[in-house]
């Protein structure tokens, strides 16, 4: 056989491969609709997904969601095909047969009839199979309306990475990418730069206190409310583009354009530690903590150890500003370090059925009081450290309103293709049962950072709990 009549062989069957139809369950490479379990090891190469990744991952879902039981799982369908047909569109690729089956409320007879549409939609699309299976999952998931429930997939790194190095244009803004994806509703304008870490940002001469205002011609509040052009501040690797902002700096009334292009960057590594302590003065110890990550807490109580040592503390500051959460084992081993004998939190089923969060009693008491810093960026792990000093009185927060992102802990669950799901089987309640999710934590001092105290280095919310840790000494 020549080489040309074996090339020719080739293609026909390449052109045979990528026209054939989707292969059924018996055939395909994942076991479709099996239970998902816990992670065991390390997940292998991610591979591809498909129908049966879907189906694995909305059975999961019903099964082990904390309101998975009573779930109307017709919205979950209806979310996924919204985005099939919205992706079809995108491509320019729209086919007669992307019509929604209807759904009866059986979930496994739904299942069935939208499985068979999707079936016969991606057959006359093959080339974009493996676009419309993430977009349909991601949908499914993001149906849940949950801010711990996600779909872990396609974790990329930028090429020449670095452990410890920064990505994304280069700065901070008052309103951060996990409060613009878990809880937008509570942004509050103006949208101003708060700090400048490297990269894109450094390099156009950024500063502190810069409001931005627009994102690629779009204004990032529109009658009070967040906009998704914020969203592009955001972005990860590789979806990251390109951003062109319009500033103002207060100071000077200048106004300018500028376009960031996202990149890595260097990050001050003072600034990834986890624990940051110092003393301020009239002996009053300061720490933050950017999340309550494996021996978090400790790490604090030593730190305030170390400042005790040859003088009288008058109290501490406890800053979780920017504090995105953790383990709430950790929130509650630091709150017994305060108090003792509390429940600290609930976590309860769907029927009511709770368990109960505690303080760890063989903690030492520091007997000392407490201030902590708050702000929107005080989320999961956090609030359940913050709605538990409030209720429990152990200290008062100062700042603003944390940022309504803690549905409950979320668990993770094997996909079929090594990718993962995760999301809460329990909801969370504050010490009181009351609902802080999509609500926040109130500040009792309510001091909020302005594009002019940034463009000076002021920190309001500190002086204030300084000074009411001087006042009750």
């Given at each position: 056989m020549t080489v040309k009549s074996v090339a020719a062989g080739l293609a026909l069957l390449l052109a045979a491969a990528c026209t054939a139809p989707t292969p059924p369950r018996s055939q395909g490479n994942t076991a479709a609709g099996t239970a998902c379990g816990q992670p065991q090891g390390s997940p292998g190469a991610e591979t591809a997904t498909t129908i049966d990744v879907v189906e694995q991952a909305y059975f999961c879902i019903l099964g082990n969601y904390y309101s998975g039981a009573t779930l109307d799982a017709r919205s979950l369908l209806t979310a996924g095909f919204v985005a099939l047909t919205q992706e079809l569109n995108r491509y320019g690729r729209d086919v007669p047969e992307a019509t929604m089956p209807a759904l009866t409320g059986d979930r496994k007879a739904d299942w069935a009839a939208f499985e068979t549409v999707y079936r016969k939609v991606t057959d006359q699309v093959p080339g974009l199979?493996?676009?419309?299976?993430?977009?349909t999952l991601e949908a499914i998931v993001a149906g849940l309306g949950d801010n711990h429930a996600r779909w872990t997939h396609g974790s990329e790194r930028p090429p020449d990475y670095y452990d410890g190095d920064g990505y994304g244009l280069g700065f901070q803004a008052n309103v951060n990418g996990p409060q613009v994806d878990g809880n937008p509703g509570v942004a509050v304008p103006p949208l101003f730069v708060t700090t400048v870490d490297g990269g894109a940002a450094q390099a156009a001469g950024l500063r502190p206190g810069d409001i931005i205002e627009s994102i690629n011609g779009s204004a990032p509040f529109i009658d009070g409310k967040a906009t998704p052009a914020i969203a592009a501040l955001y972005r990860p690797y590789p979806r990251a583009r390109p951003v062109q902002l319009r500033l103002l700096r207060q100071t000077t009334g200048r106004r300018w354009t500028v376009t960031l292009k996202p990149g890595l960057y260097q990050q001050d590594l003072a600034a990834l530690q986890v624990v940051r302590p110092r003393l301020l003065k009239?002996?009053?110890?300061?720490?933050?903590?950017?999340?309550?990550?494996?021996?978090?807490?400790n790490r604090v109580l030593k730190a305030i150890s170390r400042l005790r040592t040859g003088r009288t503390l008058n109290g501490v500051v406890l800053d979780l500003r920017g504090n995105g959460g953790g383990y709430p084992e950790e929130a509650d081993r630091l709150l017994s370090a305060f108090v003792h004998g509390k429940v600290t939190a609930y976590q309860c089923t769907v029927d009511g059925t709770c368990d109960t969060s505690r303080t760890d009693d063989t903690v030492e008491l520091l007997n000392l009081p407490l201030v902590v810093l708050t702000d929107r960026s005080c989320a999961s792990a956090c609030e359940h450290f913050s709605s538990a000093v409030k209720d429990l009185r152990i200290g008062r927060l100062v700042g603003t309103r944390t940022a309504g992102v803690i549905s409950g802990p979320a668990r993770p669950y094997p996909l079929s293709n090594n990718t993962r799901l995760s999301f809460p089987d329990k909801h969370h309640l504050g010490p009181h049962r009351e609902v802080i999710d999509r609500i926040g934590v109130p500040p009792d001092h309510y001091v909020r950072l302005t594009p002019k105290d940034a463009a000076a280095g002021r920190d309001p919310a500190l002086a204030k709990a300084l000074n009411l840790l001087r006042d009750a000494s």
């Open positions: 199979r493996d676009e419309l299976a993430v977009v009239d002996d009053i110890a300061y720490v933050r903590l950017t999340g309550f990550a494996p021996d978090a807490a």
